[in-house]
């Protein structure tokens, strides 16, 4: 390869790492932290001791929530699974040392905080009907996914009838969490 071929090459290359760099570093959840982690701990438990009837319908109430979910799930799969689940598909310079690292530690972090992997009920911190809360707040203040993200995969904002229907199935699931309260 001659050398301004390979001049060329590394030139892309370090332009991109300086361009990357500020976006993937921006990446994790918008900066925000764990909120009542302890406490939100001990909701999970106390969720964990609840007799088998109210166990049976507690399950009951996931699993229409769930069935529910199945009609918004496409949304969720285009626009948050690569951060917030086991299903994420990589962009081409996850492979470059250290934005891969900065990309992994993102996910692991946005993963904490909201798991889509199993479908409903979600993992992560804080009750589901906190869980579905936050869900609502981050994407009707277009928090969700992140701008530095989308700046990256065009196309990926909730908005218009898919947020409509994200925000129809969210409120009726937590009415139906509500009963078990």
Same mark, same amino acid.
């Given at each position: 390869?001659?050398?301004?071929?390979?001049?060329?090459?590394?030139?892309?290359?370090?332009?991109?790492?300086?361009?990357?760099?500020?976006?993937?570093?921006?990446?994790?959840?918008?900066?925000?932290?764990?909120?009542?982690?302890?406490?939100?701990?001990?909701?999970?438990?106390?969720?964990?001791?609840?007799?088998?009837?109210?166990?049976?319908?507690?399950?009951?109430?996931?699993?229409?929530?769930?069935?529910?979910?199945?009609?918004?799930?496409?949304?969720?799969?285009?626009?948050?699974? @690569?951060?917030?689940?086991?299903?994420?598909? $990589?962009?081409?310079? &996850?492979?470059?040392?250290? /934005?891969? *690292?900065?990309?992994? %530690?993102?996910?692991?972090?946005?993963?904490?905080?909201?798991?889509?992997?199993?479908?409903?009920?979600?993992?992560?911190?804080?009750?589901?009907?906190?869980?579905?809360?936050?869900?609502?707040?981050?994407?009707? @203040?277009?928090?969700?996914?992140?701008?530095? $993200?989308?700046?990256? &995969?065009?196309?990926?904002? /909730?908005? *218009?009838?898919?947020? %409509?229907?994200?925000?129809?199935?969210?409120?009726?699931?937590?009415?139906?969490?509500?009963?078990?309260?």
């Amino acid at each position: 390869m001659s050398d301004s071929i390979l001049r060329l090459v590394k030139g892309f290359l370090v332009l991109g790492l300086l361009l990357l760099v500020p976006v993937v570093a921006t990446f994790s959840n918008g900066g925000k932290k764990h909120d009542n982690d302890v406490e939100n701990d001990k909701k999970e438990t106390a969720d964990t001791t609840i007799s088998d009837s109210a166990q049976m319908i507690q399950d009951s109430v996931y699993a229409t929530i769930d069935n529910n979910y199945q009609t918004v799930r496409h949304i969720f799969r285009k626009s948050c699974f @690569d951060c917030h689940s086991d299903s994420t598909k $990589y962009p081409w310079y &996850h492979v470059l040392p250290f /934005i891969g *690292g900065m990309i992994d %530690d993102d996910i692991k972090e946005a993963k904490e905080h909201l798991d889509l992997s199993n479908d409903f009920p979600f993992g992560g911190h804080a009750t589901q009907i906190e869980r579905l809360r936050e869900i609502r707040e981050e994407i009707a @203040d277009g928090d969700m996914p992140i701008l530095s $993200y989308r700046f990256m &995969h065009w196309g990926l904002l /909730i908005e *218009g009838k898919r947020q %409509d229907s994200l925000f129809l199935w969210i409120d009726e699931s937590i009415k139906l969490l509500k009963q078990l309260e």
